[in-house]
T-cell receptor, first 110, second 116 residues
Framework: SQQGEEDPQALSIQEGENATMNCSYK?????LQWYRQNSGRGLVHLIL?????REKHSGRLRVTLDTSKKSSSLLITASRAADTASYFC??????????FGSGTQLTVLP | ETGVTQTPRHLVMGMTNKKSLKCEQH?????MYWYKQSAKKPLELMFV???????ENNSVPSRFSPECPNSSHLFLHLHTLQPEDSALYLC???????????????FGPGTRLTVL
């Protein structure tokens, strides 16, 4: 089944720095989503980017999508300790399913 | 309450017990989902319901039994579980199941299940 895979698996940065996470997927998609999960909690939707979009912004988040390379990136600018969480990309599988990657664990040190 | 709620938040049960997880969404959505999240593994979709009808069952063992009495409520009945079933069980909802068109899923906080 189609699956996004995030890279790196873990990332540790200082507060104020930028954090970049990548997602690669296997087959053609018409949209890709990014979610965030605080430890032991549910996932929260961050942003959706469609296949005809190259870049999308939401606050301190910037998402890019390169369909030719089958990859997406999530950039968090001016990171804060509160950004510490796991970040997942999700791609459509069958008509009723989203397939999630294993996630990137981001730690922002104060 | 708003969004998606789940009860209980934590559950410890023996292998011979029978328990149920409850999920309720207050968003007026038509689709609801159960996911299992184990340590170091990707999120696993278990069941999908659309307008109260089960549309997906991802080869889940019969010791997990879902129930969807209406579009707002979803249950997961548990019986004779194994220790490897210990995980975070997440409920989610979405406006519909047309995920190819790009539909956001809203997640509950999860139930942390420990099977002894």
């Amino acid at each position: 089944s189609q699956q996004g895979e995030e890279d790196p698996q873990a990332l540790s940065i200082q507060e104020g720095e930028n954090a970049t996470m990548n997602c690669s997927y296997k087959t053609s998609i018409n949209n890709l989503q990014w979610y965030r999960q605080n430890s032991g909690r549910g996932l929260v939707h961050l942003i959706l980017i469609r296949s005809n979009e190259r870049e999308k912004h939401s606050g301190r988040l910037r998402v890019t999508l390169d369909t030719s390379k089958k990859s997406s990136s999530l950039l968090i600018t001016a990171s804060r300790a509160a950004d510490t969480a796991s970040y997942f990309c999700a791609t459509p599988g069958s008509a009723r399913q989203l397939t999630f990657g294993s996630g990137t664990q981001l730690t922002v040190l104060p | 309450e708003t969004g998606v709620t789940q009860t209980p938040r934590h559950l410890v049960m023996g292998m011979t017990n029978k328990k149920s997880l409850k999920c309720e969404q207050h968003l007026g959505h038509n689709a609801m989902y159960w996911y299992k999240q184990s340590a170091k593994k990707p999120l696993e979709l278990m069941f999908v319901y659309n307008f109260k009808e089960q549309t997906e069952n991802n080869s889940v063992p019969s010791r997990f039994s879902p129930e969807c009495p209406n579009s707002s409520h979803l249950f997961l009945h548990l019986h004779t579980l194994q220790p490897e079933d210990s995980a975070l069980y997440l409920c989610a909802s979405s406006q519909d199941v047309n995920l190819r068109g790009g539909v956001e899923q809203f997640f509950g906080p999860g139930t942390r299940l420990t099977v002894l």
